[in-house]
T-cell receptor, first 108, second 111 residues
Framework: AQRVTQPEKLLSVFKGAPVELKCNYSYSGSPELFWYVQYSRQRLQLLLR??SRESIKGFTADLNKGETSFHLKKPFAQEEDSAMYYC??????????FGAGTRLFVKA | SQTIHQWPATLVQPVGSPLSLECTVE??????LYWYRQAAGRGLQLLFYSVGIGQISSEVPQNLSASRPQDRQFILSSKKLLLSDSGFYLC??????????FGSGTRLTVV
């Protein structure tokens, strides 16, 4: 079955500390993975895609097929990074499956 | 540039009343369109998606239906709302291979 698991509902770090939001997926095919972010009072928006291998706002995510993971990382968290983060799996066709989300708090 | 509009932003409806939420996309043609429900702690649940006019795929059996009367219009409906239909509904579009662009959402409260 296709599934996306974000084990942490809430993650709290201090400003300047490294942050890692975990995401594991279950899919037998070749996955396309995404991270979406929702800042307070803003729309849910795409943060990055694994196929782009890009760094957005200092965040990176590497697809590890052996561990079926796509963790989101940033070496130095900023207060403006506080938001809700969703990992998503495009499991073939037109459907995308979302994880339950992780709320990140970055404390001053 | 492409934009997506979703309305209303909030809605309070009595049990048993009908529902119609509308979503329109501008600046693109033949988009893939989606309706999701966002629940706290449970992520986003895909309700319906459409790859073309009149083509609707339902993911979850429920009290809701969707229609796509025009290329860039996607409507979420119900004939009789239930209390369990309360939630935050998101419309999204995708050109196909890339990620989604989401609307601003509708907070529906059924009383």
């Amino acid at each position: 079955a296709q599934r996306v698991t974000q084990p942490e509902k809430l993650l709290s770090v201090f400003k300047g500390a490294p942050v890692e939001l975990k995401c594991n997926y279950s899919y037998s095919g070749s996955p396309e993975l995404f991270w979406y972010v929702q800042y307070s009072r803003q729309r849910l928006q795409l943060l990055l895609r694994h196929i782009s291998r890009e760094s957005i706002k200092g965040f990176t995510a590497d697809l590890n097929k052996g561990e079926t993971s796509f963790h989101l990382k940033k070496p130095f968290a900023q207060e403006e990074d506080s938001a809700m983060y969703y990992c998503a799996l495009k499991a073939g066709g037109f459907k995308t499956i979302f994880g339950a989300g992780t709320r990140l708090f970055v404390k001053a | 540039s492409q934009t997506i509009h979703q309305w209303p932003a909030t809605l309070v409806q009595p049990v048993g009343s009908p529902l119609s939420l509308e979503c329109t996309v501008e600046g693109t043609s033949n988009p893939n369109l989606y309706w999701y429900r966002q629940a706290a702690g449970r992520g986003l649940q895909l309700l319906f998606y459409s790859v073309g006019i009149g083509q609707i795929s339902s993911e979850v059996p429920q009290n809701l239906s969707a229609s796509r009367p025009q290329d860039r219009q996607f409507i979420l409906s119900s004939k009789k709302l239930l209390l369990s239909d309360s939630g935050f509904y998101l419309c999204a579009w995708s050109p196909g291979t890339e990620g989604y662009t989401f609307g601003s959402g509708t907070r529906l409260t059924v009383v």
